[in-house]
């Protein structure tokens, strides 16, 4: 096909498609020279200061700092990337609500203060993003209960430890209501807290759990226990009974000034169970330890001498839990 034949069927063609588009009601696109490279680009999107701009009854984030010096700067509140966070949101209006009327009046009834707010409405504002994974079972859990909120022991604003804890530490924080279960943690044998090899929510979940005791693992305490001494679990073919019911019949998990963390020594700890047993069932005293064999069980690991198995035996003939 010679040149001029070509460019009258190409010009035929486009006037075709042209008539077609109209006939159909789609505006033909006419291209100039060079911007077929920018065809397959999406247009750009709106400028920092159009999205910027607040809806509605919201005022931004800079006329809240034009009077109020509190920043949550530096925590995880303010990681833009997370479209959870309030700096992605609102910002300040995120939680305290839209602050339009408040700004133009300066009434402070008009704007949402967790200090002057109810336990429960403060908690609202914190599970309307706080509640996945661990924060999922705050609602009716024990410390929701006792009219604790979330601001009882996190701060937004102010925190002195991680996770935006109102305490340096998290031992110190729970320490503030329960300064009886954290002082046995300063016995002889108690569990690394204060070392730092655990915490507190090592074991237990503050905001709720499916387990007693605001326990994370399990939904028994033998469970929790077990999720870490998994050679403690068992089954065994023949078991003893504290230990099926509750590790804590004979263990105190935070702290004892008794071996092994028990909560009282051996043999005593047996004999408040084995009363009636082939041993003897009173307090061993100078006389029995001078003129009986049983004396030996009150020295060294006492009955544990004997019977070695004391979490259970799967020997066939481990019924006394001697091997």
């Known amino acids: 096909m010679n040149r001029p034949r070509f460019y009258l069927l190409a010009a035929s063609l486009t006037f075709g ?39 509605g ?5 800079a006329t809240c700092a034009a009077c109020h010096d509190q920043s949550y700067k530096g925590t995880k509140h303010a990681l833009m990337l997370n479209e959870r966070t309030p700096a992605a949101t609102h910002g300040c209006e995120s939680c305290h609500g839209p602050g339009k009327a408040h700004a133009e009046s300066g009434d402070p009834a008009l704007i949402k203060n967790p200090k002057k707010m109810k336990p429960a409405e403060v908690s609202d504002i914190c599970t309307s993003c706080h509640n996945r994974a661990s924060h999922a079972l705050w609602d009716g859990s024990q410390h929701f209960q006792r009219n604790l909120t979330c601001t009882t022991c996190h701060s937004v604003h102010a925190p ?17 209501c329960h300064r009886p279960v954290v002082n046995r943690v300063y016995r002889f044998h108690h569990m690394p807290v204060r070392e730092g090899g655990l915490t507190c929510s090592s074991c237990h979940n ?38 099926s019911e509750s590790c804590t019949t004979c263990h105190e998990p935070h702290g004892t000034n008794n071996d092994r963390m028990l909560v009282s020594k051996l043999p005593f700890l047996c004999q408040r169970c084995h009363v009636t047993s082939r041993h003897p069932p009173t307090v061993y005293e100078g006389y ?20 070695t198995q004391v979490h259970g035996s799967n020997a066939p003939s481990g019924k006394a839990l001697l091997r």
Do not use: F
């Open 17 to 55: 498609l042209a008539v077609a588009c109209v006939g159909n009601g789609i505006e033909p696109v006419v291209m100039a020279a060079g911007a077929g490279a920018q065809a397959g680009r999406p247009s750009p999107p709106p400028s920092r200061a159009a999205a910027a701009q607040p809806p």
């Open 57 to 61: 009854e919201y005022v931004g984030e």
């Open 160 to 176: 002195k430890g991680e996770p935006q804890l109102v305490a340096r530490t998290e031992m110190e924080l729970c320490a503030s």
């Open 206 to 243: 503050p905001h709720g759990s499916s387990n007693v005791r605001l326990l994370r693992a399990g939904t028994t305490i033998d469970e929790s226990c077990t999720s870490c001494h998994t050679d403690k679990r068992g089954p065994y073919l023949w078991e003893h009974a504290p230990v």
């Open 288 to 307: 029995l330890l001078q003129n009986s064999a049983n004396g030996n069980k009150i020295y060294a690991r006492a009955c544990a001498n004997c019977h």
